[in-house]
């Protein structure tokens, strides 16, 4: 199969000749065919499976072929994405798509001033990728008028759902015009997700290209239990140990990434850390740093990392476990890609067990545990399986007081007797269940 029998038109086929595309990826074969006969789809598709062509390709032939010449502040076809950095990921590979096509392509988000972008938008673009928030902004200053829409992309949809962005996605969906072609792409394929799809699709086509929820089988993974307050030491350790080159590593707040970062630094190691915090140019200074090598260790939130497009990273750490499981499939697919091997390792301590448990579940296997010598925790972490379980072992049964006193008896506890008693596991892995027009914001992790 060729992009030629596809359908696409030869602009489009001459700049994937320019970047080297030989191929259609799965995701690229069906969902191709279907955007350019005009139907909605839902594909479950992640990072790595080549989705952003598959629907900008297609997009862009359309918006070259068909509908009106773009007005004054109008926007012919809109791709949503959930941060900055996939705003810029996507809107740059829609440049290369389009680059022999006499179409306006721009990209808004937030965190940088609003005003260019308005000018910008004055005499109309025909595609516009946004993040949520500042697209509304724009939308409410006037400066956004949807009546030209033909096309809505919502881009890893779950993402902007466990951002919290379902606010603003209703929002937008109120604005748009009820007659339009949506495409909805999403890592996962939950029921938050069919919920979503649910209002805003119109009987779309159903694109599963890898199993659901199943982490890339190239990827080693592995992980390592210790105590929580000996992370750093193990991390220092085990990248001597194992002579890391690059590494990113993900961290669960942007005081946890700033803390390693300082760590690392004053142990001399040339690290660098990106979240939400720090401002747009900042982050991507770090990253480019980062991929030039010239930053060894890139220390991340997930929201921060998210839309990175780093091809064959060889390693990711997570220096904390995801709050939310789908999260660790996000994280690992950074590495491995392509068919290439990569290798994933955890740090996990006994308060991070349900956390563990369900990603277990959630990618159906049990994760390989290795020791690392002198690192061995206090606090055990109960062993788990992709059952969803966490095993708890008895306490030995105590010896009857002489005296025959009535105490309790504790057998569900999963700690030795005689260790010290771990810490309750304080989070509790529950994936936040969007309600569509209400629910709580919560953008930064
Ligand atoms: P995505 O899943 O959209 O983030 O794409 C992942 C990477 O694969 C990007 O770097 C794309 O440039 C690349 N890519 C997408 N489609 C193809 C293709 N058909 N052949 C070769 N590379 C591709």
């Not at 191929?23 to 594909?43: K, S």
């Not at 926007?75 to 950095?85: D, G, H, N, S």
Request: proline share 7%.
């Amino acid at each position: 199969m060729t992009f030629a029998t596809l359908g696409l038109i030869e602009p489009l086929l001459r700049a994937l000749e320019t970047l080297g595309y030989q191929t259609p990826t799965p995701v690229q074969a069906q969902a191709i065919p279907a955007v350019l006969a005009g139907r909605d789809l839902m594909a479950a598709a992640q990072t790595g499976t080549g989705k952003t062509a598959g629907f900008a390709l297609p997009l862009l032939q359309l918006l070259a072929m068909e509908g009106p010449k773009v007005t004054a502040n109008s926007v012919r076809a809109l791709i949503l994405v959930p941060t900055r950095e996939l705003a810029e990921q996507v809107h740059e590979a829609v440049r290369q798509y389009a680059e022999n096509l006499p179409l306006r392509t721009y990209a808004v988000y937030g965190g940088v001033s609003i005003n260019p972008q308005m000018m910008k938008l004055r005499s109309g673009v025909d595609l516009l990728v946004a993040t949520p928030g500042r697209l509304l902004d724009l939308f409410r200053q006037n400066a956004l008028k949807f009546n030209q829409l033909q096309t809505l992309v919502l881009d890893e949809a779950d993402r902007m759902l466990d951002l919290g962005f379902s606010e603003e996605l209703a929002n937008i969906y109120r604005a748009l015009p009820k007659k339009r072609q949506t495409l909805l792409f999403s890592a996962t394929f939950s029921d938050d997700i069919r919920l979503l799809a649910g209002q805003m699709l119109n009987d779309p086509l159903s694109i599963e290209v890898s199993p659901r929820n199943v982490a890339a089988n190239t990827v080693k993974q592995w992980i390592v239990t210790v105590d929580k307050k000996r992370k750093p030491e193990l991390f220092v350790h085990l990248m001597r140990k194992g002579k890391w080159k690059q590494v990113l590593v993900f961290a669960k707040t942007r005081n946890g990434v700033d803390a390693l970062v300082e760590k690392l630094q004053g142990l001399g190691i040339n690290a660098d850390g990106i979240h939400g915090d720090k401002p747009q140019a900042t982050r991507q200074r770090a990253l480019d740093r980062f991929k030039l090598s010239e930053v060894q260790i890139l220390v991340a939130t997930d929201v921060a990392a998210r839309g990175l497009d780093i091809e064959d990273l060889p390693l990711v750490v997570n220096f904390d476990l995801p709050i939310v499981a789908e999260d660790y499939i996000h994280r690992i697919g950074r590495t491995g890609r392509a068919g290439s091997t990569g290798e994933a390792i955890s740090l996990v301590c006994a308060d991070e067990v349900n956390l563990l448990s369900a990603i277990e579940m959630l990618t159906r296997q049990t994760l390989k545990r290795q020791n690392e010598p002198d690192f061995e925790p206090e606090h055990r972490v109960p062993d788990t399986d992709a059952s969803g379980q966490v095993i708890k072992k008895p306490k030995k049964p105590k010896k009857p007081k002489t005296s025959g006193g009535g105490g309790k008896r504790n057998l569900g506890k999963w700690v030795d007797s005689g260790e010290a008693a771990p810490p309750e596991p304080s989070i509790k892995p529950v994936r936040k269940v969007p309600v569509f027009n209400t629910g709580p914001r919560k953008r930064k992790p």
